[in-house]
């Protein structure tokens, strides 16, 4: 008997009850016929060539489409591109049409043949793995001389999508808008599929194990993405009472979206400043309307990695002053150019870092291309003239990096001095604490800026030393974690001593039970995915501080990380007994039992 129960984690709150799709990535055994006439050339060269086009639309397209989020996939619709617009692919299947008289499919199957077996012979393991690139690009434009594309997906239905795993490229094929929800056999909590799917606004749930065997297409599902359960066919009476919890849950979002403009001001009078993370200008009205008070990071790296050649200042600056004009008159947060390790340019991936997150990346990167750095801090400080700027450093590690950024920073305004072009002389410049090191030496780092933002998911991954990545160590990626509790603490208290407020900007802040221990230790600001805004300042507004306070005292001398998980499930559990099953959390779930 088949199994008809999953279990996965949930990456994106919400139910979804629909018919499933699973996505098939394997390339379709090419069965047209091998051989043409002499007089088919001409219908065989078009066929080819109108695959190659539509291949390439489609790309282009996709590349419009994914959400700005998943913007470390961006740089393979790049190269899928590149690949697709390559002569020698394309010549080489041209020339088997004409000279071998073989059908196009054929022909491509030669060409990508005959690439192959050239990759095979370079030693460059980087090269080789580009062939993984060409076959996929391979299977995009035999779909389109098959026709498979149109006829493998479920006719104008919402439906819910299963796959293997999913990267944006793997949806290229598929209308977003049809999708309710995803389901992956792999993945971990910090898996793309939950950012994609958190920034679609859709339920998830990944790392669910053998889904293609046991689901077919057009059975009809339950996506549980609150407890973390799929169920394949469900009777009558299952469907009905998650159809009744899905009402729930919209009202429940619909309570928060009528209350998202209300302020995060819990009672007793403290308040603190809710903004939001994005990486396009777009996305500014999504964080305004979900009652953010502006942009707190800004992630540069998009406007650099989906593209082959990196911006012009003036692209920079036309991007800046758009996002600035539409924030305005709320502050946004622009965060220097974060590249490296998991948000490679293109250029970056030759570099063949055995440890990319411990290498040439954030304001490292920076210092070492400072074209590109100078080309990007004269961007932000023009458009700095257009609405409510500020600017920080990422992965600063001590005070030597910071006063070389910032002394590359003063030239930059000198330059625009001598050239009288204005920007805003008053505006605030920040750095990331991300590294211990930089936390270690947070009372030094304090005299010199004039904010912190703590980048929780580097600073996680870089003290307890577990990629933030690598689902086989998710596990211990423990944000309750005394160590990390200490830390933030120990920053905390710093910065206030020299008069610095504090944000947070990794996941921990969107996080019912972290934001306890955060808002108990004292933090100024926090900032988030914009659909996390309303839930978030909605336990905000219900909080007693008091007790906050006392958990943050506990947690930062507990020594386990289970019984501090437990305590803060208990406190919101008791504070919030019927609208907690709504929120998701990155802690273990598994701890509080
Ligand atoms: C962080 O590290 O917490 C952060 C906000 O930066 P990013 O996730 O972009 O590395
Ligand atoms: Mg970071």
């Given amino acids: 008997m088949k199994r008809n129960i999953f279990h996965g984690i ?41 695959a190659f086009e539509s291949t390439r639309r489609e790309i282009e397209d996709a590349g419009r489409r994914i959400p700005p989020s998943l913007k470390d996939q961006t740089g393979i619709l790049a190269a899928h591109l590149m690949i697709c617009r390559d002569p020698k692919l394309i010549q080489a299947a041209r020339q088997a049409v004409k000279s071998d008289f073989l ?6 199957e030669k060409a990508v043949a005959a690439i192959a077996e050239s990759f095979s012979l370079i030693e460059d393991s980087y090269i080789r793995e580009r062939l993984q690139d060409v076959r996929a690009v391979a299977e995009r434009i035999m779909g389109h001389l098959r026709g498979r594309l149109a006829s493998a997906l479920p006719p104008d239905e919402p439906f819910i999508l299963l796959a293997h795993d999913i990267t944006p490229a793997d949806t290229l094929e598929l209308s977003l808008k049809q999708i309710i929800a995803f389901a992956t056999e792999e993945g971990s909590r910090t898996a793309h599929t939950g950012i994609m799917a958190r920034s679609l606004q859709i339920p998830a749930v990944v790392g669910v194990g053998a889904l293609e065997e046991a689901v077919n297409d057009g059975d009809m599902l339950v996506l549980d993405a609150l407890e973390g359960l799929i169920l394949v066919n469900p009777d009558q ?56 008070e502006g942009i707190g990071l800004y992630r540069t790296e998009y406007g650099f990695i989906c593209r082959v050649e990196p911006p012009s200042e003036e692209d920079l600056f036309e ?16 965060r220097t150019l974060d590249v490296g390790a998991d948000k490679m340019l293109w250029d970056q991936k030759m570099l063949e870092e055995a440890n990319p997150a411990l290498g040439l990346r954030g304001i490292r990167y920076c210092l070492r291309n400072q074209d590109v750095f100078r080309r990007q801090l004269r961007a932000i400080l023009r458009a700095s003239m257009y609405g409510n700027a500020a600017l920080m450093f990422p992965m600063i590690s001590g005070p030597r990096e910071l006063r070389q950024a910032k002394a590359v920073l003063n030239e930059v305004k000198q330059e625009l001095d001598t050239s009288k072009v204005p920007f805003d002389r ?22 010199e800026v004039d904010f912190f933002s703590i980048g929780t998911n580097d600073l996680i991954q870089y003290s ?44 921990m802040a969107s996080d019912p039970y972290c934001l306890l221990i955060l808002l108990g230790m004292g933090i100024d600001e926090i900032s988030m995915a914009p659909q996390a805004i309303p839930g978030i300042k909605h336990i905000i507004r219900h909080l007693d501080l008091d007790e906050c306070t006392r958990l943050a005292r506990e947690a930062h001398d507990a020594g386990s990380i289970q019984a501090v998980n437990r305590l803060v499930k208990l406190t919101l559990a008791q504070a919030f007994p019927d609208e907690l099953p709504f929120y998701i959390s990155l802690l273990d779930t598994g701890d509080f039992a």
């Fill in 103 to 108: 059908s196009a499919e054929w022909a491509l």
């Fill in 426 to 447: 008053h505006m605030p410049v920040g750095l990331m604490i991300e590294l211990p090191a930089a936390a270690m030496t947070a009372d030094i780092l304090a005299r």
């Fill in 319 to 334: 991007e800046y002053r758009r996002l600035l004009s539409a924030a305005a008159p709320h502050k946004v947060v622009f």
């Fill in 10 to 50: 949930s990456v994106s709150a919400g139910i979804a009850i629909g018919r499933a799709f699973f996505l098939a990535r394997k390339f379709p055994q090419v069965q047209a016929a091998r051989e043409i006439s002499p007089t088919q050339t001409g219908t065989e060269l078009a066929r080819l060539d109108a």
């Fill in 464 to 507: 307890i030393a577990v990629d933030r990545t690598n689902k086989h160590v998710s596990s211990l990626h423990q944000p309750l974690h005394p160590g990390i509790v200490r830390t933030i603490k120990l920053v905390v208290d710093m910065a206030h001593m020299a008069g610095v407020p504090v944000s947070i900007c990794g996941e």
């Fill in 237 to 292: 009476a299952v469907l009905s009472r998650y159809q009744t919890q899905q009402n729930k849950f919209s009202a429940f979002q619909a309570t928060l979206r009528r209350n998202a403009k209300l302020p995060a001001e819990p009672p007793g009078g403290f308040r603190v400043a809710v903004r939001g993370n994005i990486e396009t200008p777009d996305e500014v009205m999504a964080v305004l309307k979900a009652g953010g």
